[in-house]
Structures are given as C-alpha cells and as structure tokens.
C-alpha cells in the first residue's frame, strides 16, 4: 500500500470530515490534545499574548486581530493552557490537504521557465542546477555551499552572470528557499527564477542588462535533509510503531532541520526518528534567541543552542558574507506577502523609507501585502533580518500563497512564478543600481603603473543576541583590471541600527586603507600600491 492509498484509507483522514469544523472560543478550557495535526484560529489579548503565540507553528495573520496556528499533537493542550482564546478550525490538516483538487493548470497561462508537472524532489534540484551551468558555462557555474548537512548533503546553489567566472566586484543579488522544510513552492520559486535567468539572457532585454551589471546567486533548497525528508515522506511499517506520526502523515508537513540528540540525521535511521530538529530561519544572528522562539528542542521555532549552530544557517551566513550581496530575497509559504525589517520591533529600521517604497513596488506586481516583519508576529534569528542588519542589503522575505504549505503543484505553482517575476526582477534591479548601495573605486599600481592585483575589503559584523553578542566577518576578494581599475558594490560600510560607525578595510598587498562609505555613495581610494 502506498502512502497516498494509507492516507485515503486511514479512518483518521477521512476527507469528508477534514474541512473546517465550528467549536466553540475558549481558553483554559481542558483539552488532551489530538493526534492529528489541526489548524486554529487565535486571538491574543494583549502582547504577552502574541508573544507566546509567536512560539507556536503559525502559519499567517490575519483580519481580527488574529492569526492562524498549526497544532501538532500537544498544542491543543499547550495553547489552551496559555490562556489564548482559539478555535479549531480544521479537525484534520493531512486529511483536507489529501482532499484538495489536483489542478487544473490555469488556461491560458504560457509556459513558465523550469515549469513542471509535480514539484522537484532533491535530486531533481540538483540535476537541474548542473543541467543549467552546463548549458551556458560562461553565464552559470554550480557552487557548493561550504557546510554539509548534518545527513552528510552537500548544499547546491548556481551563480549566474555574464562572464561568471570573472572575479570583479559587481553587485549581487541573492535569493533562496527551503529554510522551512515543507514549504514547497519556495524551491520552486527560486529554481524557476534560475532557468528564467539562464534560459533568456540575450534574448530578453531586462535580463540581459540585468546580468551584464550584476551577479545573482541562488539557492533552492537551504535545507536538505528537511526538504527530502518531507517531500520524500512514504508510510514505513518497518517504522510504525515507533514513529507513530507517519501513520497520520506529519512528515509531509516537516518544518525543521533533521538534527538529533547526537547531532545526526535522518540519513542513520535508528536516529532519524529521534529527529526535533532545529528551525534554520530563527538561527541567525541578528537577535538569536528572542521574541518568536521557545527554547525547548521540540518547539517548531526552537533556536538552537547557540546564532549559527546548524549548517543550514552557516551555508548562507558564510555565502553572504563573502560577497558583494546588495539584495536578498528569501522564498517561504504562505500569507501572499512582501516582508522586510524588522521582525522584532515596531521602530522603523535606518532605511525604512527605501525598504518600504521597494516593498510598495513589488505588491504592486505580485499583489501581496507589503508589510513589517512584526506586522505578521514577532521574529528573530531570521534570514532576511540578519542579511539587512550585516551588510545592509534590500533584504526581504516572500510569503507564496493563501491556501496551504505545498498547494497541488498544477493549480499553484506556474500561475504564481508569473505572478512574482517581475517582483524578483525589480528587486534585482535595485539591488543592481548603486544608488542603493555603496562603490569603492580605486587603481592598483606597481612604480607608478596600473596592473592587476588581489583587493580584499573587510569589517566586522556585530549582532546582539538574547542575553549576549555574536562577531562575525565581512570579506570579499576581487581582483582589479588589467590596468588596475577596479569598482566594489557593497552595503555600506555601518551596520544598520548600530551607533558606532564601522569603516571598511581595504587591503592591496601591504597597503591597508580604511574607509567609511554610506548608501548611494560612490567612494574613490585612489593608487593603492600593489
């Protein structure tokens, strides 16, 4: 029996009763709990309230004052105890997902880059990312992220740029999905974007300029062993009895990583159903450990023990930290919208004018809402905040679609690539135009003469965290031009919403040149001997 024959057969996910059933506002009030996964309405009553909230699986907010909560067996108990007034609106998550209809494509909608019939599986993602950097070598390199999963997964993404492989300083936008490992549609968002950008340079215009002043890199799937556990989830009777959850289906609906108490993955099975897992997108830096996480391992935002302890968060720390990344989007499901700094605070973040106006632009072509990250609940150790708050860049997170965490593929997923093109490409084009960003020029010489040479640029990056601080480093190597020119596109050089300014390093053989360089400024360092 497959699993899809179980889920129809399981008395415990008939589609008949699994769509929204009406129960009665409560808090306090006694519950055991179900042992199937439901969805509730909360209403918090004051912001005690919603910071707690914020600790459970939410899904979106809403009208009302209220937000959308997944419970996993427990949490029915778990929020009443809270004293959140809710209501169950769905007995039976897996059952009404199963009773979703399965299509059909939308008539009339062309053919979108990277379509397919059914979303990828790891594999898939993987041939594709080298299908695509073999097709078109001078435009598209694979590049594999420094860190393995704890599963022993490599991490792919792709480079793309005109002449890829020159080693210059222009700007970079950065896009990935799959932090949360059930969240389907963000791979395919990004993976599609990847095939639109390789398959139509020189024959689309906008994109054509695009990758001629700009790199882009993606990265479809942050979390690998999460992903492939979910996407790949069977019923497993060898399992059943100790791993109840799969009789119900949970594992389709996975969000963490895969880590165990042993820190190994789902790759060793006599562990992999010890699994709790950390959340990837509450394991950054910026604000680690605070509102919006819950420091038990078997909370669905449970932080991990330390900013960046898992390889998933390390992966992109380490990618944005060492290149010139000016824009950032981040793919997640679901709520249809464009989120930006803060996630932890209603006070505006330094450039919040520049982020909102670009949010603006982007909901106007995608038709999402264009909100605060505080607007949906209260986050930290997030990607997009951190990436913003390092090294300045456009940095936003995309929430994909109303209905569910992976809607049937046909019926979803070409219909909103095109409704986020050109969303993903405006941004891009911001991120490419240094009247965002910071560009420091300058001439390496030798006796007078231009000739090529190694430029580094260098700071420190400092985050405040839950009861300490965390210290990283910013550092990018580029090499100058023949003649010695050379242009670096970066964020500017003072972290935003921190006091102290933070010059850049700038480092050309034995000659060190520190300087301070602000958004939409164009900084020139002059001879610099080689």
């Known amino acids: 029996m497959n699993r899809r024959q179980f889920l129809r057969t399981s008395g415990s996910l008939v589609a008949a009763s699994a769509i929204a059933v009406n129960r009665p506002w409560r808090a306090m009030a006694g519950s055991s ?3 199937t996964l439901q969805l509730a309405w909360a209403r918090p009553v004051d912001s005690v309230g919603w910071l707690e909230l914020a600790r459970f699986d939410l899904t979106h907010r809403g009208g009302g004052g209220g937000a959308e909560v997944l419970l996993w067996p427990g949490d029915e108990s778990r929020l009443a105890a809270a004293g959140i007034p809710f209501e169950v609106t769905v007995d039976d998550l897996v059952g009404r997902d199963q009773a979703l209809p399965r299509g059909p494509r939308p008539s009339g909608l062309a053919a979108q880059p990277g ?4 979303y990828r599986t790891l594999a898939d993602y993987e041939a594709d990312l080298r299908d695509l950097a073999r097709a078109r070598p001078n435009l598209a ?5 420094p860190m393995k999963s704890l599963g022993g997964r490599s991490v792919l993404g792709i480079e793309i740029s005109e002449n890829v492989g020159a080693p210059d300083g222009r700007p970079t936008f950065y896009m990935d999905g799959v932090h949360h490992a059930r969240e389907w549609p963000s791979g395919e968002m990004s993976m599609m974007f990847a095939h639109d950008l390789v398959t139509r340079f020189g024959s689309d215009p906008r ?24 996407r790949g989830f069977a019923f497993d009777t060898s399992t059943f009895l ?7 289906g949970f594992g389709s609906y996975w969000r963490k990583n895969r880590r165990t108490p042993s820190g190994r993955s789902d790759l060793f099975a006599a562990e992999g159903h010890a699994a709790f897992g950390v959340d990837p997108n509450r394991n950054y830096a910026k604000g680690w450990g605070g509102p919006g996480t819950r420091p038990v391992p078997l909370d669905m935002t449970y932080p991990g023990t330390a900013p960046f302890s898992e390889p998933e968060s390390r992966n992109v720390g380490t990618t944005v930290l060492s290149r010139t990344v000016t824009g950032v989007i981040s793919n997640h499901t679901y709520s249809d919208l464009v989120l930006r700094p803060w996630g932890d605070t209603r006070d505006h973040c330094p450039d919040e004018a520049l982020l909102n106006g670009l949010g603006a632009a982007m909901a106007k072509k995608n038709g999402y809402r264009n909100i605060k990250g505080i607007e949906l609940y209260p986050t930290t150790g997030t990607m997009s905040d951190w990436a913003y708050a390092s090294v300045g860049a456009l940095a936003y997170t995309f929430e994909h679609g109303k209905q569910n965490f992976h809607p049937p593929y046909a019926g979803f997923i ?3 690539y095109a409704r986020n093109r050109d969303a993903f490409l405006l941004l891009a084009e911001a991120s490419a135009d240094s009247a965002h960003h910071a560009v420091l020029v300058g001439r390496t010489t030798r006796g007078g003469a231009g000739v090529e040479a190694a430029v580094r640029v260098r700071r420190g990056v400092s985050h405040r965290t839950n009861g300490g601080a965390h210290d990283d480093k910013f550092e990018v190597a580029i090499t100058s031009n023949r003649d010695g020119h050379f242009a670096i596109h970066l964020g500017p050089s003072a972290q935003p919403g921190l006091a102290n300014p933070q010059p850049y390093e700038v480092l ?16 020139d360092l002059g001879r610099l001997p080689a």
């Open 115 to 118: 379509e397919r019939d059914d």
């Open 242 to 248: 100790s791993y109840p959850i799969q009789a119900v």
């Open 207 to 230: 994109i054509t300029r695009l990758l001629r002043s700009c790199r882009v890199v993606v990265v479809p799937i942050v979390n690998p062993d999460g992903f492939a556990f979910s």
């Open 141 to 145: 390199r694979t590049i594999v992220l």
């Open 33 to 35: 709990g179900s042992e």
């Open 414 to 416: 070409p219909q909103t």
């Open 508 to 523: 050309v053989g034995r000659t060190s040149v520190k300087v301070e360089a602000g958004r939409g400024q164009r900084v």
